[in-house]
């Protein structure tokens, strides 16, 4: 009989008799301790303070746009509301106050005076104003002498480079009767006097259809170069460009 293998003589428990191994038995095994309980961890969550400067995230951010959007709201609504009230106010002192009744002395051809002039003070002024010009037609009727005109204007003319008694540069009656009187005891006095532009030549009217009321000096003047000359001699500080404002020469020929 063939011996046992040779890897066989190495195993510890090998019979030395039959070369088959045998495994002697030990104490029993200990029973398993139970296992332990599992702890589950819950995570905590901890929130970090925002720190200071720092942009509002989405909902932080959104949540502000609706507020702003709220008071603008509300802000419109107050000024609507104002506006209204301010707007009502007027009208309902407009319904409770009587009006003035109108003076039965008007203007026809232009408005108030700006200074504040009443009508009987333009109706006082134009009066004076037609004494004079009745005046100047009984001593200097329009036959074709040479005059030099120092002024014209019409009710409610408008003059940039001069200055009105009111102030202003719009002349009214009370206006031209003071630039008449002013000009007939300056240096170029004399022989000054009224008259109207439809008392000679094509008898000349404003865009409104009144007459021009005219202050004229009689000189006398041989032509009209003649009248030139004493303009440019009493005006002479005034330049020579606009010098045709305050003095040039004028024809009186007779209306056709």
């Known amino acids: 009989m063939p011996g046992a293998p040779w890897w066989e003589d190495f195993h ?6 039959t070369g088959t191994a045998t495994r002697t038995p030990g104490p ?9 309980p599992r702890v589950v961890h819950t995570p905590r969550l901890v929130r970090t303070p925002r720190p200071a400067g720092a942009r509002p995230g989405p909902r932080g951010l959104r949540a502000l746009q609706v507020t702003a959007l709220v008071l603008a709201v509300v802000l419109l609504a107050m000024l609507g509301l104002l506006a209204t009230r301010t707007l009502a106010a007027p009208a309902d002192r407009a319904a409770t106050t009587p009006t003035a009744p109108r003076d039965p002395v008007a203007r ?27 005046s100047g037609l009984a001593t200097h009727a329009p036959r074709g002498q040479w005059v030099a005109q120092l002024s014209a204007k019409s009710v409610g003319t408008t003059d940039p480079v001069q200055t009105a008694s009111n102030g ?35 008898g000349l009217l404003d865009a409104r259809g009144n007459p021009y ?3 004229l000096a009689a000189g006398p003047f041989a032509d009209v170069e003649d009248v030139r000359t004493w303009c440019a001699s009493m005006f002479a500080d005034v330049p020579a460009e606009v010098r045709g404002n305050v003095c040039l020469p004028k024809q009186l020929t007779p209306r056709g």
């Open 28 to 36: 029993p095994a200990p029973p398993a301790p139970d296992p332990a």
């Open 213 to 215: 009321w005219v202050t």
């Open 108 to 134: 026809a051809s232009a408005p108030p005076s700006p200074s504040g002039g009443t009508a009987a003070a333009d109706a006082e002024a134009t009066a004076e104003l037609e004494a004079l010009r009745r």
């Open 168 to 202: 202003s540069s719009t002349f009214y009656p009370a206006d031209i009767l003071a630039q008449s009187r002013e000009i007939a005891s300056g240096a170029a006095g004399g022989d000054v006097f009224v008259l109207k532009t439809t008392d000679f030549g094509e």
């Open 12 to 17: 510890p428990d090998a019979d030395p008799g």
